[in-house]
Nanobody
């Protein structure tokens, strides 16, 4: 599985961005995909995840109500719509792919086998 993340950029506080993560390679009926981010000097942290079939989503508390994860089957793509962005959302955002069915594992880096290259999001104040 290969992942290609895109959509990052520079935006003012309060603005929006939509990140995309296109997956290619083998297809599976049971999939978990997620977004993590790493700000400079900080550890990687979970942002949002989606598992299917029987769609389940999970969000980190700081982004609930502002970020939405979704997918487009026909394009094998997962999106992260980010609204009301804050300067503290500045980070390198990574998408990840795995096959875990354990809900708690959706929030853990260890739950994913493949990672995209990262796309930079910078929010100015």
């Amino acid at each position: 599985v290969q992942l290609q993340a895109s959509g990052g950029g520079l935006v003012q506080a309060g603005g929006s961005l939509r990140l995309s993560c296109a997956a290619s390679g083998c297809t599976f009926s049971r999939v978990a995909m997620s977004w993590f981010r790493q700000a400079q000097g900080q550890e990687c942290e979970f942002v949002a995840a989606m598992r299917w079939p029987g769609v389940v989503t999970a969000y980190a508390d700081p982004v609930k109500g502002r970020f939405v994860i979704s997918r487009e089957n026909a394009k094998n793509t997962v999106y992260l719509q980010m609204d009301s962005l804050k300067p503290e959302n500045t980070a390198l955002y990574y998408c990840a792919f795995g096959r875990t069915t354990i809900l708690s594992a959706l929030r853990q880096e260890a739950g994913y086998n493949y990672w995209g290259q990262g796309t930079q999001v910078t929010v100015s104040s």
